[in-house]
């Protein structure tokens, strides 16, 4: 992970911004207490999406299990 101040992040952000998104790269952005990280939108909300399934009761075992369950078994013809 690259790091940068805030300072040099703000004088680069264009070029940041489209590598972040281009190359899938955070950039941690340390400022004088806090630190912030910049990512691709799509990261983000695929990670927020991950993160809501696995807060859902029982989910991460049921995803474990139609990960596992053999999917000729599932499939069936459709007789439109």
């Known amino acids: 992970m690259i790091t940068l101040s805030v300072e040099e992040a703000s004088d680069k952000l264009p070029d940041l911004i489209e590598n972040t998104i281009a190359k899938r790269e955070l950039i941690l952005i340390s400022g ?7 990512m691709a939108e799509s990261d983000w ?36």
Request: glycine share 4%; aromatic share 2%; proline share 2%.
């Open 32 to 38: 004088k207490n806090k630190n912030a990280v910049l």
């Open 45 to 80: 909300r695929a990670m927020n999406e991950t993160l809501h399934l696995l807060s859902v009761p029982g989910m991460r075992d049921k995803i474990k299990s139609g990960l596992s369950e053999n999917l000729e078994s599932t499939s069936r013809k459709l007789n439109w």
